[in-house]
């Protein structure tokens, strides 16, 4: 099992900044690969980025420039840099950490944090 806490949401004007935190502890070596996800209630989850354990990064279109996913493997945390923030990114932003094994694919989610943008 993994553990996932994230930190780092609250409340920033359009144009601002944040950085999101989600650490991971447990079964850390069983992961291959975090990101973020966010949903806003009603709405499908949407991927926003995720980083393999090899450094290669995928982002969602809508925050392709903007966003910055990275880790640091020493202290098992992964980072979101969110720079030029819209109003249209509030959201609830979920950590998740993802295992690969043989043709299982584990996945675990943390409890979510609020990212609220002022326009």
């Known amino acids: 099992q993994v553990q996932l806490v994230e930190s780092g949401g609250g409340l920033v004007q359009a144009g601002g900044s944040l950085r999101l935190s989600c650490a991971a502890s447990g079964d850390i070596f069983s992961i291959n690969g975090m990101g973020w996800y966010r949903q806003a209630p009603g709405k499908q989850r949407e991927l926003v980025a995720v980083i393999t354990n090899y450094g290669a990064t995928n982002y969602g279109d809508s925050v392709k420039g903007r966003f910055t996913i990275s880790r640091d493997s020493a202290k098992n945390t992964a980072y979101l840099q969110m720079n030029s923030l819209k109003p249209e990114d509030t959201d609830v932003y979920l950590c998740?950490?993802?295992?690969?094994?043989?043709?299982?694919?584990?996945?675990?989610w943390g409890q979510g944090t609020q990212v609220t943008v002022s326009s």
């Open positions: 998740n950490a993802y295992g690969l094994t043989g043709i299982t694919i584990r996945s675990y």
